[in-house]
Nanobody, 123 residues
Framework: QVQLVESGGGLVQAGSSLRLSCVVS????????MGWFRQAPGKEREFVAA????????YYADSVKGRFTISRDNAKTTVYLQMNSLQPEDTAAYYC????????????????WGQGTQVTVSS
């Protein structure tokens, strides 16, 4: 069984930064592509960023490109999401997810999910 635990969320002002972490346990972390998604109240879960198993091919949603950076440390079995220049529209619960197959932007393609961490950005 694979477990994902997110941390690092919080309440910040617009323009601030946060770094989310997701620790993965249970299987060989380096075999999985990893993704970050977010879900605001009343909205569907949306893709934020993804990274391949090797860490060499990050991909971002247009809404966060240039502000967010996804990275991974396979030795620590952890994936990170560095979020800079946060805006109120970034407010959401953020989830990390693991895919056994491919790096993808589609939530249904991911096999394992964390419980989420809340990010709230005040104006």
């Amino acid at each position: 069984q694979v477990q994902l635990v997110e941390s690092g969320g919080g309440l910040v002002q617009a323009g601030s930064s946060l770094r989310l972490s997701c620790v993965v346990s249970g299987r060989t972390f380096s075999n999985y592509a990893m993704g970050w998604f977010r879900q605001a109240p009343g909205k569907e879960r949306e893709f934020v960023a993804a990274i391949s198993w090797s860490g060499g091919i990050p991909y971002y949603a247009d809404s966060v490109k240039g502000r967010f950076t996804i990275s991974r440390d396979n030795a620590k079995t952890t994936v990170y999401l560095q979020m800079n220049s946060l805006q109120p529209e970034d407010t959401a619960a953020y989830y990390c997810a693991a895919s056994r197959t491919v790096m993808t932007t589609t939530p249904n393609d991911y096999d394992y999910w964390g419980q989420g961490t809340q990010v709230t950005v005040s104006s």
